[in-house]
């Protein structure tokens, strides 16, 4: 009997320490917390604030553009010649040159890019990923003018010596289209090498249990396995190509023709807004206003390659415990 009210003194003792425990660590106001979690939140909603302002921006000026007579919204979409100083506002041949640039940069980034990432996750040292990872890398760093002018200089003879000067014009979609691909290449390796390296050990160990190559464990296992985060890189190098500006304003050409030449000179979207508003244009014209609804076709483009990488994502995502 004294055994048994020991026992549940000793148990009541434990519930009554547990609950001095419990009161002790009870959420405490942290003054220091506090003003973290605000500042945090301030620079989250400033980041919100910041899209919306654009996007309103964007749309108010559209909207003037096309609250002209002169403008319908199936000439703009539909025609192929842009001049608004006599009245043509067709934006075909920008999102034309904008579509073939950035076709050009990806055939050039996506299996250079892809390679270097394969090679980083799966052949490359510890040592040799921490030399090579930074020297590709440093290709992101370069200002796109240098790389404008390394496509006008460089590049574009290149091209005429192979093809010949009367094919390859001075400015023209493939050189920038090409320099743009070698800009985007560190974009491509670091997110898909990051994509490559989060599949877990036990797949490629398994796979070298059965007997597989290196090549076939990267290929058949670790590639698949990634592919959510690859494909997420990839649209992120798109999303960076239809967006670059300086390098389409230096070598791809300032004028708007329509063509499917990538030897021709051509001008892409961004390529025409950074012409334009470096010109002597007056505030409220249409000139003016076609700038905006010219920005605003471009974040529609880059807005639905970011719904679709989400979609691509959520879709292929491999979630492993």
């Known amino acids: 009997m004294e055994q048994r009210l020991d026992v549940t003194a000793q148990r009541a003792g434990m519930v009554t320490r547990q609950r001095d425990i419990a009161s002790q660590l009870k959420k405490r106001n942290r003054f220091g917390e506090s003003i973290i979690q605000g500042l945090l939140f301030l620079c989250g909603m400033v980041s919100i604030l910041t899209t919306i302002g654009i996007v309103v921006v964007l749309a108010n000026e559209a909207l003037l553009f096309f609250a002209d007579e002169r403008v319908t919204i199936t000439d703009f979409l539909t025609k192929t010649l842009w001049q608004p100083s006599i009245g043509q506002f067709g934006i075909l041949p920008l999102v034309n040159a904008t579509l073939m640039t950035s076709a050009i940069a990806m055939l050039v980034a996506l299996p250079i890019g892809l390679s270097a990432a394969i090679y980083l996750s799966e052949y490359a040292t ?60 560190p974009i491509i390796s670091s997110m898909s090498e990051d994509a490559l390296s989060a599949v877990p050990r036990s797949l490629r160990e398994g796979a070298y249990g059965l007997g597989a190559t ?108």
């Open 126 to 185: 510890p040592r040799m990923r921490g030399i090579l990872k930074p020297i590709l890398e440093v290709l992101a760093g370069v200002p796109t003018v240098v790389y404008g002018f390394f496509a006008l200089t460089f590049m574009t003879p290149i091209l005429q010596r192979i093809f010949g000067r009367g094919t390859v014009d001075f400015q023209n979609v493939a050189s920038a289209g090409i320099v743009m691909g070698i800009m985007i290449i």
């Open 214 to 321: 290196r090549l076939e464990v990267a290929t058949r296992i670790v590639l698949p396995a990634a592919l959510s985060g690859i494909v997420a890189a990839f649209i992120v190098g798109i999303s960076r190509a239809i967006g670059e500006t300086m390098i389409v304003a230096v070598a791809a050409g300032g004028r708007p023709f329509f063509t499917f030449n990538p030897f021709k000179a051509a001008e892409t979207m961004t390529g025409h807004i950074a012409r334009i508003s470096g010109g002597d244009i007056s505030y409220g014209s249409i000139d003016y206003t076609s700038v905006y609804a010219i920005g605003l076709t471009l974040f529609v483009i880059t807005l639905a390659l970011n719904i679709l990488s989400q979609r691509i994502v959520r879709r292929f995502r491999e979630v492993y415990e």
